[in-house]
């Protein structure tokens, strides 16, 4: 049994502090003491503690107890939370879906011998795992990964719910994408090359581009074609790229009747309330990832495909399942192995023996499960 804590009490926190404690001795860290208070009544077993992680310029002492951290803060900072811990000294494994290049804090980690694995959720995360397993098996020349969380019951104007801050969601928006092509890397604008997927068990979707290869770009650069899109009910990318070219999600500050304020700011506050994910609102996680490349002297293809419901019995959402659970499994498999002091992307854990069976294992255990085809092509 380890001592861990989680950073972070948030839909997909709560989910991840309450894995863990089936096995380990678990604090939670959180500014706000309803959502601590919120997960102590589903497990009071479960330490928690009050902190300001955004402002308190040291971890040392919060984390001086704990064998590993597990990072769930949002996006605008997870970068320097991250930062934080490996100043620290401490293990961790890190959903935070930030913009800076994780790399940069690589000499960081090593300088502290711990070691960060990143962009640890579903994906990014899972998706990446999965293809450095597959990538170890064979020569990969095409990867594709189409990916969203989603309400089952579709609502006007947005026909969207999020599990976690919108402000996370609009960084998605607003962030350039990229992708692999030829082995050249392409940048476009997100929300671009909009097409109608028809996607098994669901229907018809849209997918369109967002930056979600990250690590991807730098550690599989061997790869000639890789993408990464979103996935919405059809329509959603037309709202929100409204949204985008009015200046709703401009950071540049303006002024009415002497107050100043970013428009983002109040974007982001009105759509928590359109976006907020109830206990009560049913949702679903899909992703299909496609993999071809050559094994042994033949054409293959590899398709995986994930279509999770959540689970009813403890109001668990698909997306806290699918990504906490990914971000949990990592966790006990560093624990249980010794990995190189660095920042470690998860494709580099999938490519381990062993560790692409463990992840799969854990995951269905509690319910998430991928489906696998395989064939040859003509």
């Not at 037309?238 to 009415?256: H, Q």
């Not at 993999?291 to 689970?311: P, W």
Request: charged share 25%; glycine share 6%.
């Amino acid at each position: 049994m380890a001592k861990i804590v989680v950073l972070g009490a948030g839909m997909i926190g709560n989910a991840m502090a309450l894995d863990l404690a089936a096995d380990h001795e678990v604090s939670a860290v959180d500014i706000s003491k309803k959502s601590l208070a919120q997960l102590n009544k589903q497990n009071d077993q479960i330490e928690s503690i009050v902190f300001d992680l955004k402002e308190s310029q040291d971890y040392a002492e919060l984390l001086e107890p704990f064998d590993l951290v597990v990072c769930a803060t949002p996006g605008f900072m997870g970068f320097e939370t991250l930062k934080k811990i490996l100043n620290a000294g401490k293990n961790v494994v890190d959903i935070s879906f930030f913009p800076e290049n994780c790399f940069d804090l690589d000499y960081l980690a090593k300088t502290n011998k711990v070691t960060a694995v990143v962009d640890c959720g579903v994906a990014p995360g899972m998706s990446n795992v999965i293809l450095g397993h597959v990538d170890s098996l064979m020569e990969v020349k095409n990867y594709e990964c189409l990916v969203g969380g989603l309400p089952s019951k579709r609502e006007w104007p947005f026909n969207y719910k999020a599990p976690f801050s919108p402000v996370d969601v609009i960084e998605e928006y607003t962030r350039p994408a990229r992708y692999v092509e030829n082995s050249e890397l392409v940048v476009r604008d997100a929300l671009s090359d909009c097409e109608l997927m028809d996607i098994r068990r669901v229907g018809t979707l849209e997918a369109f581009n967002t930056d979600g290869l990250r690590t991807l770009i730098e550690t599989m650069d061997h790869i000639p074609n890789m993408k990464e899109k979103t996935l919405r009910y059809p329509g959603h990318a037309e709202y929100v790229s409204v949204l985008l070219k009015s200046g709703f999600f401009s950071e540049k500050e303006l002024e009415i009747d002497g107050i100043a304020f970013k428009p983002i700011d109040v974007t982001a506050r009105i759509l928590k309330d359109n976006w907020r994910l109830k206990s009560s609102d049913q949702e679903f996680t899909v992703m299909r990832i496609t993999i071809e490349g050559d094994r042994n002297g033949k054409q293959r293809r590899v398709i995986y495909r994930l279509l999770d419901h959540g689970c009813e019995a403890s109001k668990t959402s698909s997306m806290a399942r699918t990504t906490g659970y990914t971000a949990t499994a990592m966790a006990n498999y560093l624990l249980n192995n010794k990995l190189d002091p660095g920042v470690l992307a998860p494709e580099t854990i999938g490519a381990r023996e062993g560790a692409y069976d463990f992840m799969l294992n854990y995951l269905q255990a509690r319910g998430v499960d991928y489906r696998i085809e395989e064939f040859t092509l003509e």
